[in-house]
């Protein structure tokens, strides 16, 4: 009788768990950037980020989840300790709300969830119709799961032995509140364990003083896997804030405990239902830290920063600094650190590309050779971002996520190929020209600076085609890829006229000037490459630019296929 009870429970608690796993992946799916950007603009002060905490857990069903985003914000400096701790008080409310929720008999809803949310999955593609599915059917299971419980613990009302073995469990308080601590841990969910304490306590299983204690336990467990999680960094700061929520989470216990007889007398006189009151403590519980907390926040702010002090930039000039692991199970949080980091190694490419002239013009020896080594910093961030976007990938991603993700690697692998032809190419050619101690005419090197200018300003215009993704200002990219080839055809009608002058300076670099002029043109090409992705996405690409002609529609038909997101090869620009 007791095997089959737990097993019975454990059945209807895996099914909770996955119910909430569903509404949780959905939310994320459909709305992961939203919630991203309100949680952003919510973090002007402590009572909008408080707000903000509420509705993001409330509709991600997890407070693990909102404390897991909001440390990944705090240790990228993205938001200021007092507003983050904040949200963290919001996001424990929140969960209260979703129990409070859950605490009515509304099991009648889930087989129309179940319903809408399979049709909805099934016809809805890979749209946001599709996520908001996945979220019907998850809550369908959630309510499906507490119905499953509630009858699994009905007809062992009346079994003594298992009367006996739960009150061994729960006649301590302190017992209880460990024991729900360490099934919270190992859950991930206060929700699923205080709904699983309510069922109990409808059941009659346990009296309402240990209802309660579970209930502190659960608050308390629900603190912990942010702090396992934030402890994973080197740096103390991104510990703050789930050390913070932590803290408020073991005073209010702690206060609390030694209370719970007058708290049930005091419920007791106006809720008879344990399983409402269990919900109903739960919430108040949350309500009365964040009204205690909420204007502490500024002293635990400056005792954490105390406690745990930013550690220094580190020394490796490689090191990622945006690439937070906490915030890989949030696809849109992780995508925006990857292209905060990609922007980061644009950073590095752009100043090897703005001193690479001067190495050549100046005949800089040891510029050179910093910009070999700074090759190799791109080279390391390179793979560390593809490496982390590899990570988030590994979870099915909506479209738009998984465009982006491709759209970092595309950009990140063009900028790490600028860099070696800077140092493969650019540097060598600069090394040669000390060697030998060329000179370039006035006119020729006036034309190199200016064709590299041109190349450095379009740059540019990548990054905010990167960040923004503007069709204007990638049309504006394309159209400068056009100019520039004539510029460079220009340049080198120019320079061939001063060959035929028999110009000593052009005869003697005329080498290392056409290099120079082809090596730039080839970082353009891959400048210009961020493009693509953002036109293709528009409908904005023309067919193949091949000239229809007789012999060509005599050709197979592989030669009309649409130009991909890829940029054209060298010889094909």
């Known amino acids: ?120 999955f099934r016809r809805g593609g890979r749209t ?17 799961a507490l119905h499953i419980l509630l009858d699994t613990l009905a007809p062992a009302e009346q079994a003594p032995q298992v009367h006996e073995l739960f009150a061994v469990f729960t006649s301590q308080p302190i017992v209880c509140v460990f024991l729900a601590a360490v099934l919270t841990w ?15 306590a409808y059941s009659h299983f346990i009296s309402p003083v240990g209802a309660l204690a579970l ?8 603190a912990i896997n942010p702090v396992l999680e934030g402890s994973k960094s080197a740096d103390p700061a991104s510990r703050r804030v789930p050390i913070g929520n932590l803290l408020n989470r073991v005073i209010g216990v702690a206060a609390t405990l030694p209370l719970l007889p007058q708290i049930v007398e005091i419920f007791g006189r106006f809720q ?30 400056w005792l954490l920063m105390r406690i745990l002090p930013e550690q220094k930039k580190p ?35 752009e100043t090897m590309l703005r001193d690479s002239i001067t190495a050549v013009m100046a005949d800089d020896r040891k510029l050179v050779a910093q910009l070999s080594r700074m090759d190799n910093i791109v080279d390391r961030l390179d793979e560390a971002i593809k490496f982390y976007v590899t990570k988030i990938t590994r979870e099915s991603l909506d479209d738009r996520d998984g465009r982006r993700a491709m759209e970092i690697i595309s950009f990140t692998i063009n900028l790490e190929h600028i860099g070696d032809i800077i140092d493969k190419n650019l540097m060598e050619l600069a090394a040669k020209k000390i060697k030998h101690r060329y000179q370039f005419s006035k006119e020729g090197a006036a034309e190199l600076v200016a064709f590299h200018q041109r190349t450095l300003d379009n740059l540019k215009l990548a990054f905010g085609v990167f960040m923004s993704g503007d069709i204007k200002v990638a049309r504006k990219l394309l159209a400068e890829k056009a100019a520039l080839r004539e510029a460079e055809l220009s340049a080198a009608e120019n320079h061939l006229a001063r060959l035929r002058e028999g110009r000593p300076e052009s005869i003697e670099t005329s080498s290392l000037h056409l290099d120079i002029l082809r090596d730039l043109k080839r970082i353009h090409s891959h400048i210009c490459s961020v493009a693509y992705p953002v036109l293709e996405t528009a409908g904005e690409l023309e067919p193949s630019r091949l000239k229809r002609t007789d012999d060509v529609l005599a050709l197979p038909n592989t030669l009309s296929v649409r130009q991909s997101s890829q940029p054209p090869t060298e010889q094909a620009s």
Not at 128 to 144: E, F, K, N, Q, S
Not at 274 to 300: K, S
């Open 215 to 222: 209930v502190l336990g659960a608050n308390l467990g629900s």
């Open 272 to 301: 008879l239902d344990p399983a409402r009151m269990t919900a109903e403590f739960h919430l108040a519980f949350n309500v009365a830290l964040a009204l205690i907390f909420i204007g502490l926040l500024d002293g635990m702010a």
């Open 128 to 144: 946001r119709t599709r996520d908001l599915g996945r979220v019907a059917i998850g809550l369908g299971l959630m309510l499906l």
């Open 186 to 200: 190992a859950a991930h969910s206060s929700v699923a364990v205080v709904l699983l304490v309510m069922s109990l």
């Open 1 to 120: 009788m007791v095997n089959l009870l737990f097993l019975d429970l454990l059945g209807g608690v895996a099914l909770l768990l996955w119910g909430l796993h569903m509404v949780h992946s959905g939310v994320v799916r459909a709305f992961g950037s939203d919630l991203r950007h309100l949680l952003n603009v919510a973090l002007r002060n402590r009572f909008s980020a408080f707000l903000a905490g509420i509705l993001v857990t409330a509709l991600l069903q997890s407070s693990t989840a909102t404390g897991l985003m909001t440390t990944s914000f705090a240790a990228g400096g993205l938001v200021a300790l007092v507003p983050a701790l904040a949200i963290m008080l919001g996001a424990n409310v929140g969960t209260a709300l979703i129990v409070q929720v859950l605490s009515f008999n509304v099991s009648a809803v889930a087989p129309v969830l179940l319903l809408v949310g399979i049709i909805a």
């Open 315 to 349: 020394a490796d000039p490689a090191a990622p600094l945006y690439l937070d692991e906490t915030a890989i199970d949030t696809p849109s949080v992780a995508l925006a650190c990857a292209a905060r980091e990609t922007l980061h190694m644009g950073d590095i490419v």
